[in-house]
């Protein structure tokens, strides 16, 4: 069974930084697409930032580009999401999925319900 740990998320003030990780155990991560994605109450689930670890390619989504990196300790089998000059509304609960590569990061971040290994989510709290 494949088990996603996540640590991280809290409070910042606008304009501050949070680090989220996503701990991978049971497997690698080598041949899966990883993301990061964040529902805000009353919205849907969106996602915020896919790669395929096989091939290296990297999506973000428009409104966190510039701001927000992936990255990952391949050894580790963990997953990041540093988040920089957040926003209100970058505000959520934020999941960490992995799934086959079936499709292309940028398609399958754009379509959550293809993803089906979740970590139990993280709240990020936006408030000044």
């Given at each position: 069974?494949?088990?996603?740990?996540?640590?991280g998320?809290?409070?910042?003030?606008?304009?501050?930084?949070?680090s989220?990780?996503?701990?991978?155990?049971?497997?690698?991560?080598?041949?899966?697409?990883?993301?990061?994605f964040?529902?805000?109450p009353?919205?849907e689930r969106?996602?915020?930032?896919c790669?395929?670890?096989?091939?290296?390619?990297?999506?973000?989504?428009?409104?966190?580009?510039g701001?927000?990196?992936?990255?990952?300790d391949?050894?580790?089998?963990?997953?990041?999401l540093?988040m920089?000059?957040?926003?209100y509304?970058?505000a959520?609960?934020?999941?960490?999925a992995v799934?086959?590569?079936v499709?292309?990061?940028?398609?399958?971040?754009d379509?959550p319900?293809?993803f089906?290994?979740?970590?139990?989510?993280?709240q990020v709290?936006?408030?000044s």
């Amino acid at each position: 069974q494949l088990q996603l740990v996540q640590s991280g998320g809290g409070l910042v003030q606008p304009g501050g930084s949070l680090s989220l990780s996503c701990k991978l155990d049971g497997f690698t991560l080598d041949f899966y697409v990883i993301g990061w994605f964040r529902q805000a109450p009353g919205k849907e689930r969106e996602g915020v930032s896919c790669f395929s670890n096989e091939t290296g390619h990297t999506y973000y989504r428009d409104a966190v580009k510039g701001r927000f990196t992936i990255s990952r300790d391949n050894a580790k089998n963990t997953v990041y999401l540093q988040m920089n000059s957040l926003k209100y509304e970058d505000a959520g609960v934020y999941y960490c999925a992995v799934e086959r590569p079936v499709f292309g990061p940028r398609y399958m971040c754009d379509n959550p319900p293809v993803f089906t290994s979740w970590g139990q989510g993280t709240q990020v709290t936006v408030s000044s």
